[in-house]
């Protein structure tokens, strides 16, 4: 069974940064599909980024996302990060580490297999 934990929550003004983190422990990381996901208040859970087992194929939330924000992992330390820039109010949510048993990358919430318990970020205008 796989764990994921969040980190990096907070409150930041619009322009600004945030850096969130996903520690994974009880699998084997490498093998993993990793993903960030977020939900805001009133709305669904939608897809933020995705990147394979190796890191190498990468893919974003088009346009609302794309340009503004980089995933990145590091197999050797398990973990998975997204480094959050020129955040808007919109960008509002809490944001879910998720990962998948497959080398195959998806963007649906449904077809991951395991999720962190979330991590807040709220953007003031």
């Known amino acids: 069974q796989v764990q994921l934990v969040e980190s990096g929550r907070g409150l930041v003004q619009a322009g600004g940064s945030l850096r969130l983190s996903c520690a994974a422990s009880?699998?084997?990381?490498?093998?993993?599909?990793m993903g960030w996901f977020r939900q805001a208040p009133g709305k669904e859970r939608e897809f933020v980024a995705a990147?394979?087992?190796?890191?190498?194929?990468?893919?974003y939330a088009d346009d609302s996302v794309k340009g503004r924000f980089t995933i990145s992992r590091d197999n050797a330390k398990n973990t998975v990060v997204l480094q959050m820039s020129s955040l808007k109010p919109e960008d509002t949510a809490v944001y879910y580490c998720a990962a998948r048993a497959s080398l195959v990358v998806v963007t649906t919430p449904d077809a991951m297999h395991y999720w962190g318990k979330g991590t807040l970020v709220t953007v003031s205008s």
């Open positions: 009880g699998g084997t990381f490498s093998t993993l599909t």
């Open positions: 990147l394979s087992p190796n890191g190498r194929n990468i893919y």
